[in-house]
């Protein structure tokens, strides 16, 4: 009886206080599903008194959870995951080790049982080492910014004579190992026509670095060559003014100086030579680099910052997120202490904002979508064309996937479906981290098959050089569809060996011990979210920690309790229907309306001559449309179910791979893989082209960003493809490389996008899935993929030469 008392002392504890506007302005702020739970009745008594404006729909939903008591609040407020705009993290009752929010709540996660002493110290000494691990790269990149200033190129003009006189640019600083030139100006794309045709000559651009020796009296008694000759393609003189500039870079290593002109001489200088082929002066910017990258040494700091990124994501020392700004600020911080340091606006321009505005439109969409009940109602459907069985829902939810990502982007698609796998897994008691993971590997797959569904495939197909050479929407989809349905098939196999058992897709625990596990966690985010800065948000956040408590102490009776037989799928298919109608109608057509303009434009983006706006616009405007026809005016609320740790991870890797571009480590990649393919004979010199595009892109896709990947991998394909002297086939290379880069993205969380949106809408719902979990379900899926497309592109292309 004293527990009891405590704990109704407790309850009670808050009840004479008064419910000011200031608490019922922090009340509106949470989600619908946590504003109308039983626990907060005064609050929405006190709405209802002051404002009048209750929904009677949410009044009538309040009663009914009233009446059934108890068991149907539980039920009811697991709901509340599809609503909440905070991350949750669903551990089953396991705590991470060093994750310090969790260790924040160590003592109420445990259950209240005691650690060996051993084992707490041993946690305190990690935890330590840790911080002081971090410490240390924090001084690292602070130092290295605070010590250099931001790298600002200085521009000059130069004009280069006609038919081939040489103009002379001076160097200033002559004992230098290697020196760096950036031009722009009207130079050929490498995607562009060779030549008019075959009787006129390709005008040329001709850049070398001289070196002078000069005696005492500064007369010039030696000059020789210090580089070598660095040849660039210029446009015809007729389309010179017609042509926009285009920036090229090249690292020069510099030739020793020779010791026996040196001794004959007192100083000598560097100068760079431009001779011009072309019949009129061609105007030229330039800026000179004393100190560029040594990109041998930049790829070995590229690949330790990418190793520090995969530690820290894998054995999950810091959060996701967390670990993308640290890694990308010391790839900055690198730069810097490297004489690089880009400024705030390069870094700016660094990031893809259109994915990021996709991304963000698309979310607005979703969250305002999950009020109208619609994904619950779409789950119990599924639930009841499949008869409740586990594998036909699963195929079906993965061919839908995979259809819809075909035509859409894969990254709209996974928004749209997540909430409806997690809604359906909860209906039918499954476990919907290892659906999820099925439900992205088919996206990924899917989205490989036209030119619109992936961003690799957006970036090759758009290349005008390709499109020139008969790759459009048609041929692409038409040479990518018999990979994608084998794919397909081998991935089915080897999900259902990896599921075969089917507790593998089950939670440990009876479904109602989890369901009020899940929801402890929900509640305490919910608290957590709350500061104590205020009365107000302080009396908020007490309710809802007494909630909390009264959880707990159902879940221990739970967990003692005899667990009830299930009921048959008939009664369950009638509970479930009855329990989750379409909740808001009027807002479901509303939000049909702007779903339907926003697909509509998708489709339509995928036609070349109807792309007026991009897929980032799009969602915006969709977003905004929404917003209007809702008429909703509490946008806080709103924004507060967008998921910013997502957004700002993408944000920072991008910029980390831009900086890991800068070190010079995408370069490598693209150079090592054209070095292997140029050392093979000719007659295997397709096949071996077809086997290291696909393997290379596939791999390097997998741990890398498959964005800045393909964009260098598509220039090593045309340079392959325009190599003479290699003679090798275009549109076999191009499949290579959309094959790999798409399916690549299978390999490990980060690996695609649409892998890093599912995990963090997963983990807001209450459903974390680590690096390592979908590492060893989605890596060996990749492995088998690029195998049967290996055996699919070979002996089409390099047996029956389909191309």
């Not at 692409?476 to 349905?485: A, E, I, K, Q, R």
């Not at 408590?549 to 221990?556: I, P």
Request: proline share 4%; aromatic share 8%; hydrophobic share 45%.
């Amino acid at each position: 009886m004293a527990y009891n008392y405590n704990n109704s002392s407790e309850d009670n504890a808050y009840e004479d206080d008064e419910v000011t506007e200031g608490a019922l302005q922090v009340w509106r702020t949470l989600p619908e599903r946590i504003r109308q739970d039983p626990s907060l009745a005064s609050f929405r008594q006190e709405h209802e008194r002051l404002h009048g404006d209750v929904d009677p729909l949410q009044a009538e939903e309040a009663e009914v959870r009233v009446e059934n008591g108890h068991h149907e609040e539980t039920a009811l407020a697991i709901q509340a995951f599809t609503q909440i705009g905070i991350n949750v993290t669903n551990e089953a009752g396991q705590v991470r080790v060093l994750d310090g929010r969790d260790l924040e709540n160590n003592n109420d996660d445990q259950h209240d049982e005691a650690e060996p002493h051993a084992k707490s110290l041993i946690r305190k000494y990690l935890i330590w080492f840790k911080i002081a691990v971090l410490v240390v790269v924090w001084c690292v990149f602070t130092a290295f910014l605070m010590s250099n200033n931001e790298h600002v190129d200085q521009l000059s003009l130069i004009s280069v004579p006609r038919n081939s006189s040489p103009r002379v640019f001076p160097i200033a600083t002559s004992g230098l190992q290697r020196i760096g030139l950036g031009l722009r100006g009207p130079f050929r794309l490498q995607e562009n026509e060779l030549a008019i045709n075959d009787s006129v000559p390709l005008p040329l651009l001709q850049v070398q670095v001289m070196r002078s020796y000069f005696d005492g009296e500064g007369m010039e008694i030696y000059i020789e060559n210090a580089s070598q000759l660095w040849q660039l393609d210029v446009v015809y003189p007729d389309l010179i003014d017609s042509t926009q500039d285009t920036k090229k870079q090249r690292t020069f290593e510099l030739s020793p100086i020779d010791p026996l002109w040196l001794a004959q001489s007192n100083r000598t200088e560097l100068s760079f030579e431009f001779t011009s082929s072309i019949e009129g002066e061609l105007p030229l910017q330039l800026n000179v680099d004393e100190s560029p990258i040594y990109k041998r040494d930049g790829v070995i700091y590229a690949a330790v910052v990418l190793c520090g990124l995969y530690v820290m994501i894998i054995w999950e020392i810091v959060n996701r997120t967390f670990a993308a700004i640290i890694a990308s600020t010391l790839s900055v911080g690198i730069l810097a202490a490297l004489n690089s340091r880009p400024s705030m606006a390069t870094i700016m321009g660094w990031i893809d904002v259109e994915t990021l505005l996709l991304l963000f439109g698309m979310m607005i969409l979703v969250a305002i979508l999950s009020e109208t009940g619609v994904f619950d109602y779409l789950a119990v459907y599924a639930y009841k064309i499949t008869n409740g069985h586990v594998w036909p829902l699963i195929n079906c939810l993965c061919l839908f996937t995979a259809i819809l990502s075909s035509f859409l982007d894969n990254v709209t698609t996974v928004l749209l479906m997540t909430p409806v796998t997690i809604r359906l897994c909860e209906v039918m008691c499954l476990n919907p981290v290892p659906i999820l993971m099925c439900m992205v590997i088919y996206s990924n797959i899917g989205g490989a098959l036209t030119p619109v569904g992936d961003p690799p495939n957006v970036i090759i197909a758009s290349n005008s050089y390709i499109s020139k050479n008969g790759v459009n929407f048609a041929v692409f989809t038409l040479h990518m569809l018999p990979g994608v349905l084998l794919v397909m098939v081998q991935t089915y196999i080897q999900l259902r060996f990896k599921f075969r058992n089917i507790s593998d897709l089950q939670f440990k625990d009876s479904p109602e011990v989890e369901e009020l596990r899940h929801e402890i966690h929900v509640w305490k985010r919910a608290a957590a979210s709350l500061s104590a800065y205020s009365k107000d948000e302080e009396l908020v956040r007490q309710t809802l920690m007494k909630k909390v408590n009264r959880l707990k102490r159902s879940l221990k009776k739970r967990m003692t309790a005899v667990i009830e037989p299930a009921p048959n799928y008939q009664q369950t298919l009638a509970n479930l229907q009855a329990k989750y109608p379409i909740r808001n109608k009027t807002l479901l057509i509303k939000c049909s309306a702007a779903l339907l303009f926003v697909i509509s434009l998708f489709f339509l983006h995928s036609v070349p001559e109807l792309q007026r706006l991009s897929l980032g616009w799009t969602a915006l405007l969709g977003a905004i449309f929404l917003i209007i026809l809702a008429d909703i005016e509490d946008m806080e609320a709103i924004l507060a179910r967008v998921e910013w740790s997502t957004l700002l991870f993408f944000a920072a890797l991008f910029i980390l791979m831009e900086a890991l571009t800068e070190l010079g480590l995408i370069e490598w990649i693209g150079n090592m893989t054209e070095g292997i393919i140029l050392g093979v004979g000719e007659d295997r010199r397709l096949m071996v082209a077809i086997l290291i595009i696909l393997w290379v892109s596939a791999v390097a896709s997998a741990f890398v960003d498959n964005i800045p990947l393909t964009t260098m991998m598509v220039k090593i394909t045309i340079s392959l493809a325009q190599n003479s002297t290699l003679n090798l086939p275009l549109q076999p290379l191009v499949w290579a490389l959309a094959l790999g880069a798409c399916l690549g993205g299978n390999g490990t969380l980060i690996g695609a996008s649409a892998n890093v949106v599912c995990a963090g809408v997963a983990e807001q719902h209450g459903y974390k899935f680590t690096f390592l979990q979908f590492f060893k379900v989605g890596f060996p899926i990749m492995i088998g993929s690029i195998i049967v497309t290996t055996g699919y592109l070979l002996v089409s292309h390099s047996l029956f030469a389909w191309h």
